[in-house]
Protein backbone atom coordinates (compact mmCIF):
# COMPACT_ATOMS: atom_id res chain seq x y z
CA UNK A 1 0.00 0.00 0.00
CA UNK A 2 2.55 2.73 1.32
CA UNK A 3 4.78 4.13 -1.31
CA UNK A 4 8.43 3.36 -0.12
CA UNK A 5 11.74 4.89 0.18
CA UNK A 6 15.19 5.56 -2.51
CA UNK A 7 18.47 4.27 -2.11
CA UNK A 8 20.13 3.71 1.52
CA UNK A 9 23.50 2.64 -0.07
CA UNK A 10 25.49 3.13 3.25
CA UNK A 11 22.81 0.46 4.78
CA UNK A 12 24.29 -2.08 1.61
CA UNK A 13 21.64 -2.49 -0.30
CA UNK A 14 19.09 -0.33 -2.29
CA UNK A 15 15.67 0.00 -2.05
CA UNK A 16 14.03 0.63 -5.75
CA UNK A 17 10.52 2.43 -4.52
CA UNK A 18 11.83 4.83 -1.59
CA UNK A 19 11.43 8.59 -3.20
CA UNK A 20 13.95 11.24 -1.52
CA UNK A 21 11.05 13.36 -1.05
CA UNK A 22 9.26 10.79 1.68
CA UNK A 23 12.80 9.25 3.02
CA UNK A 24 16.32 10.84 4.26
CA UNK A 25 18.82 10.42 6.22
CA UNK A 26 17.65 10.51 10.27
CA UNK A 27 19.93 13.68 10.76
CA UNK A 28 17.45 15.37 8.16
CA UNK A 29 14.54 17.53 10.14
CA UNK A 30 15.47 14.87 13.66
CA UNK A 31 13.20 16.97 15.89
CA UNK A 32 10.04 17.44 13.20
CA UNK A 33 9.89 13.70 13.02
CA UNK A 34 6.47 11.77 14.01
CA UNK A 35 7.54 8.70 16.50
CA UNK A 36 5.14 5.35 16.60
CA UNK A 37 5.25 4.17 20.48
CA UNK A 38 7.69 1.66 19.85
CA UNK A 39 10.78 4.32 18.55
CA UNK A 40 12.87 3.68 21.57
CA UNK A 41 12.21 -0.48 21.41
CA UNK A 42 13.49 -0.21 17.43
CA UNK A 43 16.71 1.59 19.02
CA UNK A 44 17.51 -0.85 21.61
CA UNK A 45 16.87 -3.85 19.12
CA UNK A 46 19.52 -2.22 16.66
CA UNK A 47 16.97 -0.68 14.23
CA UNK A 48 18.53 1.87 11.30
CA UNK A 49 16.40 4.28 11.24
CA UNK A 50 15.34 6.59 8.06
CA UNK A 51 12.88 9.06 7.76
CA UNK A 52 9.58 7.94 5.64
CA UNK A 53 6.62 10.44 5.26
CA UNK A 54 7.31 12.51 7.83
CA UNK A 55 7.99 9.45 10.42
CA UNK A 56 11.52 8.25 12.09
CA UNK A 57 10.96 4.45 10.87
CA UNK A 58 13.64 1.37 10.77
CA UNK A 59 14.81 0.26 7.19
CA UNK A 60 16.25 -2.94 9.19
CA UNK A 61 18.05 -4.18 12.14
CA UNK A 62 20.73 -6.44 12.63
CA UNK A 63 20.17 -8.99 10.04
CA UNK A 64 21.00 -8.29 6.37
CA UNK A 65 17.70 -7.07 3.93
CA UNK A 66 17.73 -10.31 2.26
CA UNK A 67 18.06 -12.61 5.56
CA UNK A 68 15.35 -10.45 6.73
CA UNK A 69 13.26 -10.87 3.44
CA UNK A 70 13.52 -14.86 3.46
CA UNK A 71 12.65 -14.96 7.32
CA UNK A 72 9.62 -13.47 6.49
CA UNK A 73 8.87 -16.31 3.70
CA UNK A 74 9.97 -19.42 6.14
CA UNK A 75 9.14 -18.05 9.81
CA UNK A 76 7.62 -14.90 10.21
CA UNK A 77 8.38 -11.25 11.04
CA UNK A 78 7.37 -8.41 13.06
CA UNK A 79 6.57 -5.07 11.41
CA UNK A 80 5.80 -1.63 12.91
CA UNK A 81 3.17 0.03 10.44
CA UNK A 82 1.96 2.42 13.41
CA UNK A 83 2.46 5.30 10.83
CA UNK A 84 -0.34 4.47 8.69
CA UNK A 85 -3.69 6.29 9.52
CA UNK A 86 -6.48 4.50 11.42
CA UNK A 87 -9.56 6.37 11.42
CA UNK A 88 -13.17 4.81 12.86
CA UNK A 89 -16.17 6.12 10.75
CA UNK A 90 -18.98 5.85 12.72
CA UNK A 91 -22.98 6.73 12.57
CA UNK A 92 -25.68 4.82 10.61
CA UNK A 93 -24.69 6.35 7.40
CA UNK A 94 -21.18 5.61 7.42
CA UNK A 95 -21.72 3.04 4.56
CA UNK A 96 -23.19 5.97 2.57
CA UNK A 97 -19.98 8.23 3.47
CA UNK A 98 -17.61 5.87 2.41
CA UNK A 99 -19.12 4.26 -0.67
CA UNK A 100 -19.49 8.81 -1.98
CA UNK A 101 -15.46 7.85 -1.59
CA UNK A 102 -14.62 4.44 -2.54
CA UNK A 103 -15.14 2.01 -5.42
CA UNK A 104 -15.95 -0.93 -3.39
CA UNK A 105 -19.09 -2.63 -1.91
CA UNK A 106 -19.21 -1.88 1.31
CA UNK A 107 -22.41 -2.49 1.49
CA UNK A 108 -22.36 -6.18 0.79
CA UNK A 109 -19.73 -6.71 3.77
CA UNK A 110 -20.62 -9.39 6.14
CA UNK A 111 -19.72 -8.22 10.15
CA UNK A 112 -15.95 -8.27 10.59
CA UNK A 113 -15.27 -8.37 6.83
CA UNK A 114 -12.79 -6.23 5.11
CA UNK A 115 -12.02 -4.81 1.50
CA UNK A 116 -8.88 -3.60 -0.37
CA UNK A 117 -10.26 -0.58 -2.25
CA UNK A 118 -9.14 2.70 -3.33
CA UNK A 119 -10.26 6.67 -3.14
CA UNK A 120 -10.74 7.81 -6.68
CA UNK A 121 -11.67 11.61 -8.16
CA UNK A 122 -13.86 12.02 -10.97
CA UNK A 123 -11.46 11.94 -13.71
CA UNK A 124 -11.03 8.43 -12.39
CA UNK A 125 -7.71 8.46 -11.22
CA UNK A 126 -6.61 7.23 -7.84
CA UNK A 127 -6.38 8.80 -4.34
CA UNK A 128 -5.21 6.41 -2.95
CA UNK A 129 -5.66 2.71 -1.63
CA UNK A 130 -6.94 0.99 2.02
CA UNK A 131 -8.15 -1.27 3.53
CA UNK A 132 -12.27 -1.21 5.42
CA UNK A 133 -13.62 -3.26 7.40
CA UNK A 134 -17.41 -3.73 8.15
CA UNK A 135 -16.78 -4.12 12.44
CA UNK A 136 -19.32 -6.09 14.59
CA UNK A 137 -19.33 -3.02 16.94
CA UNK A 138 -21.22 -0.68 14.64
CA UNK A 139 -18.58 1.35 12.53
CA UNK A 140 -16.05 1.30 9.87
CA UNK A 141 -12.21 0.53 10.37
CA UNK A 142 -10.35 1.99 7.81
CA UNK A 143 -6.78 1.93 7.16
CA UNK A 144 -4.75 4.46 4.41
CA UNK A 145 -1.15 5.08 3.76
CA UNK A 146 0.77 7.54 5.62
CA UNK A 147 2.12 9.23 2.64
CA UNK A 148 -1.52 10.20 2.11
CA UNK A 149 -1.77 11.11 6.02
CA UNK A 150 -3.50 14.66 4.95
CA UNK A 151 -5.17 14.52 1.98
CA UNK A 152 -7.33 10.99 3.31
CA UNK A 153 -8.29 12.69 6.06
CA UNK A 154 -8.90 16.10 4.69
CA UNK A 155 -11.26 14.16 2.25
CA UNK A 156 -12.84 11.67 4.44
CA UNK A 157 -13.32 15.10 6.78
CA UNK A 158 -14.99 16.92 4.36
CA UNK A 159 -17.33 14.71 3.18
CA UNK A 160 -18.39 13.80 6.99
CA UNK A 161 -18.90 17.39 6.94
CA UNK A 162 -21.00 17.88 4.06
CA UNK A 163 -23.54 14.72 4.77
CA UNK A 164 -24.01 16.13 8.36
CA UNK A 165 -25.02 19.26 6.93
CA UNK A 166 -27.54 17.28 4.71
CA UNK A 167 -28.95 15.90 8.89
CA UNK A 168 -27.24 12.54 7.65
CA UNK A 169 -26.10 10.54 10.78
CA UNK A 170 -21.94 10.14 10.78
CA UNK A 171 -19.03 10.62 12.30
CA UNK A 172 -15.34 10.23 11.54
CA UNK A 173 -12.33 9.16 15.00
CA UNK A 174 -8.86 9.55 14.01
CA UNK A 175 -7.33 6.75 15.85
CA UNK A 176 -4.08 6.87 17.84
CA UNK A 177 -3.24 2.85 18.27
CA UNK A 178 -0.03 1.13 17.68
CA UNK A 179 -0.36 -1.10 14.41
CA UNK A 180 2.03 -4.11 14.40
CA UNK A 181 2.04 -6.35 11.74
CA UNK A 182 3.06 -10.27 12.11
CA UNK A 183 3.67 -11.69 8.52
CA UNK A 184 4.67 -15.13 7.58
CA UNK A 185 4.04 -19.09 7.17
CA UNK A 186 3.42 -19.52 11.43
CA UNK A 187 2.29 -16.21 12.66
CA UNK A 188 -0.74 -17.28 13.31
CA UNK A 189 0.75 -20.35 14.96
CA UNK A 190 2.91 -17.49 16.86
CA UNK A 191 -0.28 -15.67 18.06
CA UNK A 192 -2.39 -18.40 19.09
CA UNK A 193 -0.16 -19.03 22.33
CA UNK A 194 -1.43 -15.54 23.39
CA UNK A 195 -5.14 -15.61 22.30
CA UNK A 196 -8.00 -17.35 23.36
CA UNK A 197 -10.17 -16.85 20.17
CA UNK A 198 -9.36 -19.98 17.74
CA UNK A 199 -7.45 -18.36 14.63
CA UNK A 200 -8.26 -21.04 12.31
CA UNK A 201 -11.81 -19.32 12.42
CA UNK A 202 -10.37 -16.30 11.03
CA UNK A 203 -9.66 -16.24 7.43
CA UNK A 204 -7.92 -13.61 5.28
CA UNK A 205 -9.45 -9.96 5.36
CA UNK A 206 -11.65 -10.65 8.24
CA UNK A 207 -10.87 -9.20 11.74
CA UNK A 208 -11.95 -9.67 15.75
CA UNK A 209 -11.10 -7.85 18.68
CA UNK A 210 -9.87 -9.83 21.59
CA UNK A 211 -6.88 -9.54 24.54
CA UNK A 212 -3.29 -10.42 22.72
CA UNK A 213 -0.52 -11.66 25.32
CA UNK A 214 -2.40 -9.93 28.04
CA UNK A 215 -3.17 -6.50 26.18
CA UNK A 216 -7.21 -6.12 25.77
CA UNK A 217 -8.81 -3.58 23.55
CA UNK A 218 -6.50 -5.12 20.23
CA UNK A 219 -8.30 -5.94 16.27
CA UNK A 220 -6.77 -8.82 15.06
CA UNK A 221 -7.10 -8.66 11.29
CA UNK A 222 -5.90 -11.57 8.95
CA UNK A 223 -4.30 -9.39 6.19
CA UNK A 224 -0.84 -7.96 5.45
CA UNK A 225 1.67 -7.17 2.65
CA UNK A 226 3.64 -9.49 2.06
CA UNK A 227 1.92 -11.93 0.27
CA UNK A 228 2.30 -14.64 3.74
CA UNK A 229 -0.20 -15.32 5.95
CA UNK A 230 -0.56 -12.66 9.04
CA UNK A 231 -2.01 -10.29 10.64
CA UNK A 232 -1.92 -6.91 11.20
CA UNK A 233 -2.71 -5.89 14.99
CA UNK A 234 -4.55 -2.59 15.86
CA UNK A 235 -3.27 -2.65 19.42
CA UNK A 236 -3.89 0.89 22.33
CA UNK A 237 -0.10 2.35 22.01
CA UNK A 238 0.31 1.89 26.06
CA UNK A 239 0.32 -1.88 25.15
CA UNK A 240 2.48 -1.68 22.12
CA UNK A 241 6.06 -2.31 23.78
CA UNK A 242 4.80 -4.82 25.72
CA UNK A 243 3.47 -6.70 22.98
CA UNK A 244 6.03 -6.47 20.50
CA UNK A 245 8.19 -7.99 23.34
CA UNK A 246 5.81 -10.54 23.43
CA UNK A 247 5.48 -11.79 19.88
CA UNK A 248 9.41 -11.76 19.79
CA UNK A 249 9.66 -14.40 22.69
CA UNK A 250 9.05 -16.46 20.42
CA UNK A 251 12.12 -18.09 18.25
CA UNK A 252 10.31 -18.13 15.23
CA UNK A 253 9.70 -14.12 14.86
CA UNK A 254 12.36 -11.76 14.36
CA UNK A 255 11.90 -7.95 13.51
CA UNK A 256 12.10 -6.79 10.10
CA UNK A 257 11.69 -2.93 8.70
CA UNK A 258 10.76 -0.93 5.33
CA UNK A 259 13.49 -2.74 3.56
CA UNK A 260 11.94 -6.09 3.55
CA UNK A 261 8.50 -5.16 3.57
CA UNK A 262 8.95 -3.20 -0.05
CA UNK A 263 10.81 -6.50 -1.37
CA UNK A 264 8.29 -9.05 0.27
CA UNK A 265 5.20 -6.56 -1.18
CA UNK A 266 6.85 -6.55 -5.08
CA UNK A 267 7.07 -10.44 -4.92
CA UNK A 268 3.68 -10.69 -4.53
CA UNK A 269 2.49 -7.75 -6.75
CA UNK A 270 1.42 -5.73 -4.21
CA UNK A 271 1.30 -1.72 -5.52
CA UNK A 272 3.08 1.08 -3.81
CA UNK A 273 0.99 4.12 -3.33
CA UNK A 274 2.90 7.02 -5.69
CA UNK A 275 4.78 4.77 -7.40
CA UNK A 276 3.10 2.01 -9.35
CA UNK A 277 -0.44 3.76 -9.06
CA UNK A 278 -1.58 7.38 -8.14
CA UNK A 279 -3.96 10.31 -9.13
CA UNK A 280 -3.14 10.00 -13.12
CA UNK A 281 -4.16 5.94 -12.63
CA UNK A 282 -7.32 4.81 -12.93
CA UNK A 283 -7.63 1.17 -11.15
CA UNK A 284 -7.96 -0.46 -14.56
CA UNK A 285 -4.85 0.57 -15.95
CA UNK A 286 -3.26 -0.10 -12.51
CA UNK A 287 -4.59 -3.78 -13.22
CA UNK A 288 -7.04 -3.39 -10.17
CA UNK A 289 -10.41 -3.68 -11.92
CA UNK A 290 -11.14 -6.44 -9.23
CA UNK A 291 -11.60 -3.61 -6.27
CA UNK A 292 -14.40 -2.39 -8.34
CA UNK A 293 -18.00 -3.77 -6.67
CA UNK A 294 -20.34 -5.18 -9.02
CA UNK A 295 -23.27 -3.18 -7.48
CA UNK A 296 -21.17 -0.42 -7.84
CA UNK A 297 -19.83 -0.76 -11.58
CA UNK A 298 -23.46 -1.23 -12.57
CA UNK A 299 -24.52 1.66 -10.36
CA UNK A 300 -21.82 3.84 -11.51
CA UNK A 301 -22.28 5.88 -8.48
CA UNK A 302 -18.80 6.31 -7.49
CA UNK A 303 -16.48 8.82 -8.32
CA UNK A 304 -14.77 8.66 -11.39
CA UNK A 305 -17.48 6.10 -12.77
CA UNK A 306 -17.98 7.64 -15.97
CA UNK A 307 -14.13 7.40 -17.12
CA UNK A 308 -13.71 4.22 -15.17
CA UNK A 309 -16.59 2.08 -16.12
CA UNK A 310 -16.01 2.42 -19.91
CA UNK A 311 -12.93 1.20 -19.59
CA UNK A 312 -13.32 -2.25 -18.25
CA UNK A 313 -15.29 -2.94 -21.92
CA UNK A 314 -13.14 -0.66 -24.35
CA UNK A 315 -9.13 -0.63 -24.07
CA UNK A 316 -7.05 1.27 -22.15
CA UNK A 317 -3.81 2.99 -23.57
CA UNK A 318 -1.64 0.99 -21.10
CA UNK A 319 -1.72 -1.77 -18.47
CA UNK A 320 0.38 -2.17 -15.05
CA UNK A 321 2.62 -5.02 -16.12
CA UNK A 322 5.17 -7.26 -14.36
CA UNK A 323 8.83 -7.57 -15.54
CA UNK A 324 11.42 -10.37 -15.60
CA UNK A 325 14.80 -10.17 -16.14
CA UNK A 326 18.82 -11.24 -16.17
CA UNK A 327 21.44 -8.89 -15.42
CA UNK A 328 21.04 -6.00 -13.45
CA UNK A 329 18.40 -4.75 -11.29
CA UNK A 330 15.53 -2.69 -12.81
CA UNK A 331 14.68 0.51 -10.97
CA UNK A 332 12.59 2.58 -10.86
CA UNK A 333 12.20 4.63 -14.08
CA UNK A 334 14.14 2.65 -16.32
CA UNK A 335 12.71 3.08 -19.65
CA UNK A 336 11.11 -0.02 -21.22
CA UNK A 337 11.78 -0.43 -24.62
CA UNK A 338 9.49 -2.84 -27.21
CA UNK A 339 12.65 -4.85 -29.36
CA UNK A 340 13.15 -1.99 -32.12
CA UNK A 341 14.55 0.24 -29.37
CA UNK A 342 11.74 2.76 -29.31
CA UNK A 343 10.76 3.58 -25.43
CA UNK A 344 7.06 2.12 -24.74
CA UNK A 345 6.88 2.65 -21.01
CA UNK A 346 8.37 3.32 -17.90
CA UNK A 347 9.26 0.52 -14.80
CA UNK A 348 7.73 2.00 -11.62
CA UNK A 349 9.38 -0.53 -9.13
CA UNK A 350 11.90 -2.81 -9.07
CA UNK A 351 14.91 -4.61 -6.86
CA UNK A 352 16.49 -8.14 -6.88
CA UNK A 353 13.87 -10.86 -5.58
CA UNK A 354 15.56 -12.64 -2.56
CA UNK A 355 13.35 -15.87 -3.39
CA UNK A 356 13.35 -15.89 -6.87
CA UNK A 357 16.80 -14.94 -7.59
CA UNK A 358 16.13 -13.32 -10.40
CA UNK A 359 15.06 -9.75 -10.91
CA UNK A 360 11.22 -8.34 -10.41
CA UNK A 361 9.39 -5.43 -11.51
CA UNK A 362 6.79 -3.55 -12.27
CA UNK A 363 5.75 -1.04 -14.96
CA UNK A 364 3.43 0.10 -17.57
CA UNK A 365 3.38 -0.55 -20.82
CA UNK A 366 0.56 -0.13 -24.11
CA UNK A 367 -1.91 -3.24 -23.97
CA UNK A 368 -0.70 -4.57 -27.12
CA UNK A 369 2.79 -5.36 -25.36
CA UNK A 370 1.08 -6.67 -21.76
CA UNK A 371 0.46 -10.21 -23.02
CA UNK A 372 2.70 -12.58 -20.35
CA UNK A 373 5.82 -13.86 -22.17
CA UNK A 374 6.50 -10.72 -24.54
CA UNK A 375 9.92 -10.07 -25.18
CA UNK A 376 10.85 -6.26 -24.18
CA UNK A 377 13.94 -4.02 -23.49
CA UNK A 378 14.41 -2.37 -20.37
CA UNK A 379 17.54 0.17 -20.11
CA UNK A 380 19.81 0.15 -16.87
CA UNK A 381 22.61 2.48 -16.25
CA UNK A 382 22.25 3.03 -20.23
CA UNK A 383 22.64 -0.08 -21.03
CA UNK A 384 19.40 -2.10 -22.88
CA UNK A 385 19.18 -5.70 -21.48
CA UNK A 386 15.98 -8.31 -22.21
CA UNK A 387 13.24 -8.37 -20.20
CA UNK A 388 9.93 -10.82 -20.45
CA UNK A 389 6.60 -9.64 -19.19
CA UNK A 390 5.24 -11.77 -16.53
CA UNK A 391 2.52 -12.77 -14.72
CA UNK A 392 2.01 -11.68 -10.98
CA UNK A 393 2.64 -12.06 -8.34
CA UNK A 394 6.11 -13.73 -8.80
CA UNK A 395 6.34 -15.50 -5.76
CA UNK A 396 2.62 -17.31 -4.88
CA UNK A 397 0.75 -15.93 -1.92
CA UNK A 398 -0.43 -18.00 0.84
CA UNK A 399 -3.06 -16.16 2.22
CA UNK A 400 -5.32 -18.14 4.78
CA UNK A 401 -8.74 -19.38 3.55
CA UNK A 402 -11.24 -21.50 5.49
CA UNK A 403 -11.66 -24.56 3.21
Same mark, same amino acid.
Given at each position: ????????A??????????????????????L &??? +????????????????F???????????? !???? !?? !???????????????????????R??????????????????????? &??????????????????S?????????A? *???????????K?R???????????????? $??????G???????????????????????????V?????????????????G????????? $????????????????A?? $???????????????G??????? +???????????????????DF?? $?????????????????? &?? *????????????????????? +????? *????????????? /??? *???????T???????????????S???????? /? /????
Amino acid at each position: MQRAVSVVARLGFRLQAFSPDLCRPLSFAQDL &LRR +TPLYDFHLAHGGKMVVFAGWSLPVQYRDS !HTDS !HL !HTRQHCSLFDVSHMLQTKICGSDRVKLMESLVVGDIAELRPNQGTLS &LFTNEAGGILDDLIVTNTSEGHLYVVSNAG *CWEKDLALMQDKVRELQNQGRDVGLEVLDN $ALLALQGPTAAQVLQAGVTDDLRKLPFMTSAVMEVFGVSGCRVTRCGYTGEDGVEISVPAAG $AVHLATALLQDPEVKLAGL $AARDSLRLEAGLCLYGNDIDEHT +TPVEGSLSWTLGKRRRAAMDFPG $AKVIVPQLKGKVQRRRVG &LM *CEGAPMRAHSPILNMEGTMIG +TVTSG *CPSPSLKKNVAMG /YVP *CEYSRPGTKLMVEVRRKQQMAVVSKMPFVPTN /Y /YTLK
